[in-house]
């Protein structure tokens, strides 16, 4: 059996004086959609940043692609997140930030004019992010996130802002993805994907 693209053994982690996760044991498969659930609190943003390399463990082990998770070019090529809304860039359309991260990332998976018809933002492609709703700037987060070439991607949380229709939507872009998926979300249909871990 191929060794697993995420795996954590005893992943603990205290912030502030508190336990924000104990022990926690996770296997992911090449693949496999994994969504993290529980309450407000649990600990799915802090188990998605240790994958991510951007907390340090308290104790136990984090695997990602088979090596520690560690902000180098090489992780980063394989590895993409979409957590916390980016800062955009003045002055640039939607079109002109998804050309960007096919410069940035050398290629894509889908051509910008895909990624914005995936997204139902085709309409506004030639207008800043600044002037789009909250759920059309979280649309376009996540475009970025799943044009660029990756192996594994982090989602925190991607159901915020979109309506059902496009959760749906959502739910579907993310099975057609040919690589790995570990998502926090608190929404039951995006859940019902793949593989629910509940965590709390």
């Known amino acids: 059996m191929s060794e697993p693209v995420v795996e954590t053994i005893g992943l603990t982690v205290k912030l502030g004086g508190e336990t924000v996760l104990k022990d926690v044991d996770l296997k992911v498969r090449q693949g496999e959609i994994v969504a993290l659930t529980g309450v407000n609190g649990a600990g799915k943003s802090t188990l998605l940043r240790c994958l991510a390399g951007l907390q340090r463990p308290s104790g136990g082990e984090v695997r990602v692609l088979g090596r520690e998770p560690e902000d ?5 090529r394989e590895v993409a997140v979409s957590g916390d809304e980016p800062s955009w860039y003045p002055g640039l359309s939607a079109a ?63 159901e915020r802002g979109l309506d059902r229709d496009f959760r749906d939507r959502l739910g579907d872009l993310l099975c057609e993805y040919p690589g790995t998926v570990v998502m926090a979300t608190h929404s039951a249909e995006l859940a019902a994907r793949g593989r629910e871990v509940a965590l709390g």
């Open 72 to 76: 180098s070019p090489g992780f980063w």
């Open 96 to 158: 002109e930030h998804l050309e960007l991260m096919g410069t940035v990332h050398q290629g894509s998976r889908m051509s910008v004019a895909d990624a914005l018809e995936n997204f139902g933002l085709t309409a506004r492609a030639d207008s800043p992010p600044v002037n789009y709703s909250t759920g059309q700037r979280q649309r376009l987060t996540l475009a970025a996130a799943l044009m660029r070439p990756s192996s594994l991607l982090l989602l925190d949380e991607p």
